[in-house]
């Protein structure tokens, strides 16, 4: 990380003492992703300048990822600012716009965080007012929202945007109903956050959603919100992508799935379609005039592949890293089928030994099993790989 000269301190002594809204030193940490910014961080550095010291001692720490030379802008602007500014610059953009977030999340030493986006989309003047309205509600989070009564998106470009950022909003508040209770706009990327109410470690950020992810993993206790006008972009162009609503996709089912019973859940669906290729596998086999014996073994390891397929790219995705795919395809193999030899000597346990009927006991051993493979698949095919840094 690089930090810039600290002003003297008879320049901060020439701002108005009781304008000073709280008092100690370097309150709030203004933490701002850059992806290629240039044209914009000497606009930004000038706004903050203007609108933030003079109501709230404050630092500017730029979590960076840029191919472009947005470092040596900022080097350079942070000359004019009347507060510490600093870039750390990420050589490998892990976790994206959310990743460098939790980054400067680290780096933060302050009572309070706010995360603004560096094109001026959100305004800076806002900044005192979010930690204001934190300190005056007792609010750990406070949200820059456009869509509570005085907020409005204008600077979302095009009907497109408009309905995706809609459709977003609606599908994440109906998945996090009790988490979101309170924040109208979940989306936005403008947000204080008392730093005590943060717990890093348990963040694991993918692509844009920051605010999403530090709402559903360290769930504040009280949010407050504050309408803002989402601007226009000063310079350049949006770095978000196609491949950005794919994260976002991904994003949501890891944090809808980090409780195990959910994993369960979502284990069993996945689980149900694949009868779909078992039986279509079967059909195609015996129509071709194989014995029936045979062709269920062949097309029960067709629902294997599917299953396998479906988990690896929705529910274990990120706990793929530590073993090679053959590796644990053979591994989910071997368990999908002990599950199938193993139900049987088991019902025959329930009904021989313990005196069950047929159908109780075959739809218990189903459940067993299931349970059993479950747990056996997280252990031994994606067992949690250590955090990245
Ligand atoms: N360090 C880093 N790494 N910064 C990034 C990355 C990345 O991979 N991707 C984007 N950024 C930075 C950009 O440089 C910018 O400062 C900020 O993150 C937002 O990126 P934009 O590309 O301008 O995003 P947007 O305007 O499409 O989306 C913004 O508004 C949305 C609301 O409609 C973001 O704030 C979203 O989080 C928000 O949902
Ligand atoms: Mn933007």
Not at 7 to 15: F, K, V
Not at 160 to 187: C, E, H, N, Q
Not at 364 to 380: G, I, Q
């Amino acid at each position: 990380m690089s930090t810039f000269p600290k002003p003297a301190e008879d320049e901060l002594g020439e701002l108005e003492p009781d304008l000073r809204e709280v008092p100690e030193p370097g309150a709030v940490t203004v933490i701002i992703p850059t992806f290629n910014e240039s044209a914009n961080v000497r606009e930004l550095l000038h706004r903050i300048t203007e609108s933030v010291p003079s109501r709230l001692p404050c630092e500017v720490v730029f979590v960076d990822d840029s191919t472009d030379d947005t470092p040596q802008v900022i080097a350079s602007a942070a000359q004019d600012c009347p507060f510490p500014v600093s870039v750390i610059h990420r050589d490998r953009p892990d976790g994206g716009l959310g990743g460098a977030v939790v980054e400067g999340l680290r780096a933060a030493g302050s009572d309070w965080v706010v995360v603004m986006d560096a094109d001026l989309q959100h305004p800076p003047s806002l900044v005192p007012e979010l930690v204001a309205t934190g300190e005056s509600t007792g609010a750990d989070l406070v949200v820059a929202s456009r869509y509570t009564p005085g907020g409005s998106r204008a600077g979302l470009a095009g009907g497109y945007r408009i309905a995706v950022s809609r459709a977003a909003t609606w599908l994440t508040k109906g998945l996090f109903p009790r988490s979101l209770r309170g924040i109208s706009d979940p989306m936005s990327g403008f947000f204080a956050m008392r730093r005590s109410a943060v717990t890093a470690s348990a963040l694991q950020p993918l692509g844009y959603k920051i605010l999403l992810e530090l709402a559903v993993r360290c769930r504040p206790r009280v949010i407050a919100e504050v309408p803002f006008v989402f601007q226009d972009r000063f310079a350049g162009e949006s770095k978000s992508t196609a491949r950005e609503g794919w994260r976002f996709l991904r994003h949501l089912v890891e944090l809808r799935t980090a409780a195990p019973v959910a994993r369960l859940l979502v284990f069993g669906l996945i689980g149900l379609t694949g009868f779909v290729p078992n039986l279509l596998g079967l059909y195609a086999l015996t129509s071709a005039g194989l014995h029936y014996l045979p062709a269920e073994i062949l097309a029960n390891q067709l629902g294997v592949a599917w299953n396998f397929l479906l988990l690896e790219v929705l529910l274990f995705r990120s706990r793929r890293g530590h073993r090679h795919w053959l590796d644990r395809s053979l591994r989910f193999a071997a368990l999908a089928n002990a599950d199938l030899v193993l139900r049987i000597p088991l019902i025959a346990l329930l009904v021989g030994v313990w005196g069950m009927a047929v159908l109780p006991a075959t739809a218990l051993a189903l459940l067993l099993t299931f349970v059993l493979r479950f747990a056996a698949t997280e252990a031994l095919v994606y067992s949690r790989r250590r955090r990245r840094r």
